[in-house]
C-alpha cells in the first residue's frame, strides 16, 4: 500500500516495482502502476482492493509487461496488463485483458510466442502469437469447470516451465480428477504443451 502525502495509506492495492544495482543487496522503488479500474470491464471495480498477484516479464523488444489479478471478496474480477518502456519507471494506463484469472504467470518462448497461464474458475492458457500481449487467443481451458463455487475444481493457481524452443510444461491442481468409474480424487497436474507457429 502507498503511503498518501497526509501520511496515511491508499486504500487500494498498487504495483511496486524495485530495482537492484547491488546483486540485491539493496532496492530501491523504480516506479509504481496504480490501481485505475476499467468500469466498463468490471462495474464494482471502485469497490476492489486493487491489484494483486502480479506477474512481469521483460519482452523480446525490452520493454516489460505486467498482469495482475483483481478477485478479491467483491468477486471475480478482470486481469489487468500493463506496459513499460523504461524498465518499470512508468506505465501504460492498465487495460482489462480477461474478465477471470487469478495468480497470472507469464513465459516467453524462443519461437517467440507469449504465454499466460491463469485461473479460478477453472484453469486457462492464453498465448500471444507476437509475443507483445497486446493479443491473445481465447483461453484453452485445462480443467472443467463443474460449479458456480469458483473454488470447487482448482485452486486455479498454475507453475510453467520452458522445456524446449516451442514447448513447455504446466502444473495445476485439479480437485475432482476423474480416476475410474464415479472414483475422483485431488491431484496435482503436470502436461507438456506444445506451442508451433504457423
Given at each position: 500500500f502507498m503511503i498518501g502525502d497526509g501520511g496515511s495509506p491508499d486504500p487500494k492495492a498498487h504495483i511496486f516495482f524495485y530495482r537492484s544495482t547491488d546483486s540485491g543487496r539493496s532496492w530501491k522503488i523504480q516506479g509504481r502502476l496504480l490501481y485505475q479500474p476499467d468500469l466498463k470491464a468490471d462495474p464494482v471495480g471502485d469497490k476492489r482492493?486493487?491489484?494483486?498477484?502480479?506477474?512481469?516479464?521483460?519482452?523480446?523488444?525490452?520493454?516489460?509487461?505486467?498482469?495482475?489479478?483483481?478477485?478479491?471478496?467483491?468477486?471475480?474480477?478482470?486481469?489487468?496488463?500493463?506496459?513499460?518502456?523504461?524498465l518499470g519507471k512508468t506505465w501504460s494506463r492498465p487495460k482489462a485483458i480477461a474478465p477471470n484469472g487469478v495468480l497470472p504467470r507469464l513465459l516467453r518462448l524462443e519461437n517467440g510466442v507469449l504465454v499466460l497461464s491463469s485461473g479460478r474458475p477453472g484453469v486457462q492458457l492464453r498465448f500471444s502469437a507476437d509475443g507483445k500481449g497486446r493479443k491473445w487467443t481465447?483461453?484453452?481451458?485445462?480443467?472443467?469447470?463443474?460449479?458456480?463455487?469458483f473454488?470447487?475444481?482448482?485452486?486455479?493457481?498454475?507453475?510453467?516451465?520452458?522445456?524446449?524452443?516451442?514447448?513447455?510444461?504446466i502444473v495445476n491442481s485439479h480437485f475432482k480428477h476423474v480416476i475410474g468409474p464415479g472414483q475422483t480424487r485431488k491431484a496435482i497436474m503436470v502436461r507438456e504443451v506444445v506451442v508451433r507457429r504457423q
Open positions: 482492493d486493487g491489484f494483486g498477484e502480479p506477474a512481469s516479464i521483460i519482452l523480446a523488444d525490452g520493454s516489460v509487461l505486467c498482469v495482475a489479478r483483481t478477485t478479491d471478496g467483491v468477486g471475480i474480477g478482470p486481469m489487468y496488463a500493463a506496459w513499460s518502456s523504461d481465447k483461453p484453452y481451458e485445462l480443467v472443467p469447470v463443474t460449479s458456480k463455487d473454488n470447487a475444481d482448482t485452486c486455479g493457481y498454475t507453475s510453467m516451465l520452458a522445456t524446449g524452443p516451442d514447448r513447455f510444461l
